[in-house]
């Protein structure tokens, strides 16, 4: 250590060495207990103690005398501030003691003291800790209770939901069954009295007439309340069709006039008006059901209203179209609007009474309204008339959302397969589950709309419902497996009549029954195409135009075509790549398809490859043969056409062990 370091050392260090005598006194001091604490020979130890803690200062000393202390911690003034110091002491043999002390530096002590203070409040909060721990475990306990009981209030609610939906289904089978069971005696009553009242059998004296004629209007009554429950029975279970077709208000108004008008005799009084909207509107929805809604709503206000008129319009706000029946009948209160809509609802009165329906009309109405994907509201005042409002899409959205479907352009990454279904439900349920499994759905609703898309595709499978509307798709099954161009695309037929037996006489690949299940479809639909990875081609020539003939040859296909000019360039993209079939031309730049097959075959990445040859050479006997056997076949330039390319593109598809339904003619 140099005398720099060393002076340094001593100027820094804040231990130091005493030495006192029995009584005390200082008999010796080191150079940092002078400088430290002041402490100079012949000075009593303990005067140098904090006021107070004279006692603890002699106890240090009494007790060194005899045995060795460590760590005894002493409060000093050192030159007047207080310092805390850390002494261990030894007997010296002569009845005195030695001293090693360490000098704290300045404000240890108001550390240590806020150091006991943070280790009372780390005591305090592990206590906090604990206590709350127990309170989390007894909620904890309390939660789990809760929960059981939470789980078997969801078990018995569900056992709840399970037979309340049983009663609604045998309810409404019930209602069916016996709607239909009333309709056939229904028809023979309103048949049976027409004849009566036509004379056919003689004529009837005016009271006889009265008499069928009240029998009649009975039997109307019955037979309306009879199709009122077949229609919100098919409502609640979901069996309501759509049928949605283009007309426009102007058209449908005037039928609705030609169908309400006979009603008016009867309301003296009162006028009924349909007015035209300013510029006609065009819809696509079920037509029919509109008409349900708005022959249900005037038949309401014609029975209510005695005097004034009820009137029905349309306005075109937006995407949406708004029919309106507005009467000044006798109103409704605003606290039965609910009711209104309820089944069997009706508001007691003295023209209710007069004209008691069968209470289903409006429920129904509200039904169909939310079928057609709106709502049907009211406004009315009593004595002022009422209100209804009908408000729907101008264009259903199942019939969007199929047409954004069927829009859609080809996704070459997923096999396309051909739904020909007419119910737009069925076809959303095809497209949610076919799309995840990687294929694209393309919809066809009608057979003419499923000739027009085979003449633009070619999918890898049909999906076929045998029993469309309006028309069967038996001889389309059979024009499918007859064509030549057509004959091998698997067809999978999925309809409600079991006619199987007649389907795989014409060709079906498979039969299934509606609800088709989904893994059953899916797994027939992999085994016969491969959803998600087109077969990929790689075209070796150095010829552009005749790249470029290839290239047209196999347009409008699911085959993804790769292009290289030049015998090293083709040898990398295969490598890359991983085509399926390569076409090579015989002679390239610098390089014979010898060359190409070379490295092909060395590169265990290339060498199961199928190879086309396509050259417009004369070939030696010798490259023939090997040739041969060297790839799956050659073929001339100048023959070359569209189907001789798709065949050879099979047969190595087969060879190489990829389906290939999913290629295109």
């Known amino acids: 250590m140099t005398e720099r370091m060393a002076a340094r050392w001593l100027s820094e260090s804040r231990e130091l060495v005493l030495a006192c005598d ?10 940092r207990a002078r400088s430290l604490l002041g402490a100079q020979p012949g000075t009593a130890l303990t005067t140098l103690s904090v006021p107070g803690t004279e006692e603890k200062t002699q106890a240090l000393l009494t007790r060194a005398a005899v045995n060795d202390i460590r760590n005894w911690e002493l409060s000093l003034l ?5 310092a805390t110091v850390s002494f261990s002491a030894r007997p010296d043999g002569e009845g005195g003691t030695e001293l090693f002390g360490f000098v704290y530096p300045e404000g240890y002590g108001g550390a240590i003291e806020q150091l006991s203070r943070a280790l009372t409040e780390i005591v305090n909060l592990n206590r906090e800790i604990v206590r709350q721990k127990r309170e989390i475990e007894t909620q904890q306990t309390e939660l789990d209770e809760s929960n059981r009981g939470v789980v078997t209030l969801h078990a018995e609610l569900e056992d709840k939901v399970d037979a309340l939906r049983r009663t609604s289904e045998v309810r409404s089978r019930v209602l069916a069954n016996v709607s239909h069971e009333f309709r056939t005696p229904l028809h023979s009553i309103l048949g049976l009295s027409q004849l009566l ?7 009837l004296t ?13 039997a109307e009554e019955l037979s309306q309340l009879v199709n009122d429950v077949l229609d919100l029975s098919k409502a609640e279970s979901g069996k309501l069709t759509l049928r949605a077709e283009a007309f ?3 058209s449908f108004f005037a039928a609705m006039r030609g169908m309400l008008r006979p009603l008016l005799p009867s309301h003296p009084g009162v006028d009924l008006l349909f007015e035209l909207p300013e510029g006609d509107i065009t819809l696509e929805t079920d037509q029919g059901k509109v008409a349900q809604v708005i022959r249900n709503l005037v038949t309401n206000a014609l029975k209510f209203t005695e005097q004034g008129r009820v009137v029905a319009s349309a306005v075109r706000r937006g995407d949406d179209v708004v029919f309106t029946v507005e009467d000044t009948g006798i109103g409704i209160a605003p606290e039965h609007f609910d009711r209104i809509f309820e089944e069997f609802g009706q508001i007691d009165g003295p023209v209710q009474r007069k004209h008691k329906g069968t209470g289903l009309g409006l429920a129904l109405s509200r039904r169909l309204g939310e079928l057609l994907g709106g709502t049907l509201t009211v406004e009315s005042e009593l004595g002022l008339g009422s209100t209804f409002t009908l408000t729907i899409p101008a264009t259903h959205p199942e019939v969007r959302e199929l047409a954004t479907l069927a829009a859609r352009p080809l996704d070459p990454s997923r096999a396309p397969v051909l739904i020909v279904e007419d119910d737009r439900k069925t076809m959303f349920i095809y497209e949610k589950f076919l799309s995840l499994a990687g294929f694209q759905v393309v919809p066809a609703r009608t057979v003419d709309d499923a000739r027009r898309l085979l003449g633009t ?11 469309l509307e309006g028309e069967a798709t038996w001889d389309f099954l059979a024009e499918v497996k007859q064509s030549a161009e057509t004959r091998e695309i698997p067809v999978l037929v999925v309809t409600v009549t079991n006619k199987e037996q007649r389907a795989r006489a014409l060709g079906a690949d498979e039969f299934w029954l509606k609800p088709v299940d989904q893994d059953h479809l899916l797994r027939k639909l992999k085994s016969v195409t491969r959803p998600g990875t087109p077969t990929r081609l790689l075209v070796i020539d150095d010829d552009e135009r005749a790249r470029y003939l290839i290239r047209k040859l196999l347009e409008k296909t699911p085959y993804e075509l790769v292009e290289a000019r030049t015998g090293p360039e083709g040898v990398e993209l295969a490598q890359k790549l991983r085509p399926e079939v390569i076409f090579l031309d015989f002679l390239l730049k610098d390089v014979t ?12 990445r290339t060498r199961g490859i199928s190879v086309v040859i396509v050259t417009s050479h004369v070939l030696e006997p010798s490259d023939r043969e090997r040739l041969v056997a060297e790839t799956e076949a050659i073929l001339s330039k100048d023959s070359l056409s569209r189907e001789l390319a798709i065949h050879r593109i099979r047969d190595a598809l087969r060879k190489a062990g990829v389906g290939t339904s999913s290629s295109t003619e």
Request: hydrophobic share 40%; net charge negative; glycine share 6%.
């Open 22 to 31: 029995a009584q005390g006194l200082i008999r010796w001091a080191d150079t």
């Open 78 to 82: 050192c030159n007047g501030k207080l």
């Open 197 to 203: 009242l036509d004379g056919s059998d003689g004529p």
């Open 206 to 218: 005016d009271e006889q007439q009265k008499q069928i004629r009240f029998i009649r209007t009975s």
């Open 248 to 250: 426009t208000a102007s």
């Open 457 to 467: 595709f070619r999918p890898a499978a049909i999906v076929l419902d045998i029993m």
């Open 593 to 604: 398809a010898f060359d190409v097959l070379d490295d092909l075959k060395a590169d265990p």
